[in-house]
Nanobody, 126 residues
């Protein structure tokens, strides 16, 4: 049974930083892509970032480019999202996901993942 468990969410002031983590279990190998989504109340789910199985390829949504960094440590089965210069409008539930995304020729990510975590909440105060 595949499980993805996020952690690291919390309350931060605008302009502050947080690092989210997501630990995966139940996957038989580490050759799977992963990503982060977020969903704010009353809004559609938004793809934030993707990373290939070996970390060589990454993708960021336009709204987070230059401020967020995705990374992974396959020896720990863990995915990270370093979030800097956070804005109040980025208050949301953040989810990690794994397996199944498709990479476009321009390095875009389809965010079409098979497995999802339960999420960790991030609140950015103004």
């Amino acid at each position: 049974q595949v499980q993805l468990v996020e952690s690291g969410g919390g309350l931060v002031q605008a302009g502050g930083s947080l690092r989210l983590s997501c630990t995966a279990s139940g996957l038989t190998s580490d050759d799977y892509d992963m990503g982060w989504f977020r969903q704010a109340p009353g809004k559609e789910r938004e793809g934030v970032s993707c990373i290939s199985w070996n970390g060589a390829t990454t993708y960021y949504g336009d709204s987070v480019k230059g401020r967020f960094t995705i990374s992974r440590d396959n020896s720990k089965n863990t995915l990270y999202l370093q979030m800097n210069s956070l804005k109040p409008e980025e208050t949301a539930m953040y989810y990690c996901a794994a397996v199944g995304t498709v990479w476009g020729s321009a390095g875009t990510c389809s965010f079409d993942f098979k497995f999802w975590g339960q999420g960790t909440h991030v609140t950015v105060s103004s």
